[in-house]
């Protein structure tokens, strides 16, 4: 059974960092791996689900909504099974329940993806 646990969300001020740790448990390697991508999507009151970064296994590819660009940087420690969300120069428009999530495919649709975890609260003050 798949199942991934995030981490690290909180409360700070606008322009502040945080980093969002999902781990991954439960999928195999190598070609038997149910999880070849690991997306973060996030979730704002009264708005729809929206992605923000996936990473790709095993060529770390990674992919950005045009929202975070230059802001979010998402990265892999295979050792520790853990995909990391690195966030700079938060806004407030960034408040939201982060989720990370597990597919076989890359996509930026939140219904291609089959795992998620619980969400962690990032909260954003101006």
């Known amino acids: 059974q798949v199942q991934l646990v995030e981490s690290g969300g909180g409360l700070v001020q606008a322009g502040s960092s945080l980093r969002l740790s999902c781990v991954v448990s439960g999928a195999a390697s190598g070609r038997a791996s149910s999880v070849y991508v690991v997306g973060w999507f996030r979730q704002a009151p009264g708005k729809e689900r929206e992605f923000a970064a996936a990473?790709?296994?095993?060529?770390?590819?990674?992919y950005y909504a045009d929202s975070v660009k230059g802001r979010f940087t998402i990265s892999r420690d295979n050792a520790k099974n853990t995909v990391y969300l690195q966030m700079n120069s938060l806004k407030p428009e960034d408040t939201a329940v982060y989720y990370c999530?597990?597919?076989?495919?890359?996509?930026?649709?939140?219904?291609?993806?089959?795992?998620w975890g619980q969400g962690t609260q990032v909260t954003v003050s101006s």
């Open positions: 999530a597990g597919a076989r495919t890359l996509s930026m649709l939140s219904d291609r993806y089959r795992y």
């Open positions: 990473i790709t296994w095993p060529d770390d590819s990674t």
